[in-house]
């Protein structure tokens, strides 16, 4: 079992950046790789960012390349989403997952609870 907990969310204004952390707690961080999605209110949840156990390959949904980035400290069994220029419709609850390196939810066996990132126009 891997327990995750995503935090750093919160109200911010178009523009700002936030960081968002997810800490890992369990079974061995480094052997997975860690997915950041995101659910905005009445849609499905969607993909943001992949990040390889190593950290050497990252993979972003086209909507929020150049803007958001993704990195992991595995001494912390922490991972990151750095997300800058943020924008109105990137309001939703950011959940971060782990499993293998793939877009696809259904390559992710372990989820955290989420953390509500709301920004204003």
């Known amino acids: 079992q891997v327990q995750l907990v995503e935090s750093g969310g919160g109200l911010v204004q178009a523009g700002d950046s936030l960081r968002l952390s997810c800490a890992a707690s369990?079974?061995?961080?480094?052997?997975?790789?860690m997915g950041w999605f995101r659910q905005a209110p009445g849609k499905e949840r969607e993909f943001v960012a992949v990040?390889?156990?190593?950290?050497?390959?990252?993979y972003y949904a086209d909507s929020v390349k150049g803007r958001f980035t993704i990195s992991r400290d595995n001494a912390k069994n922490t991972v990151y989403l750095q997300m800058n220029s943020l924008k109105p419709e990137d309001t939703a609850v950011y959940y971060c997952?782990?499993?293998?390196?793939?877009?696809?939810?259904?390559?992710?066996?372990?989820w955290g609870q989420g953390t509500q990132v709301t920004v204003s126009s």
């Open positions: 997952a782990a499993g293998g390196y793939a877009p696809e939810q259904n390559n992710y066996d372990y």
């Open positions: 369990g079974r061995t961080f480094s052997n997975y790789a």
């Open positions: 990040i390889s156990w190593s950290g050497g390959s990252t």
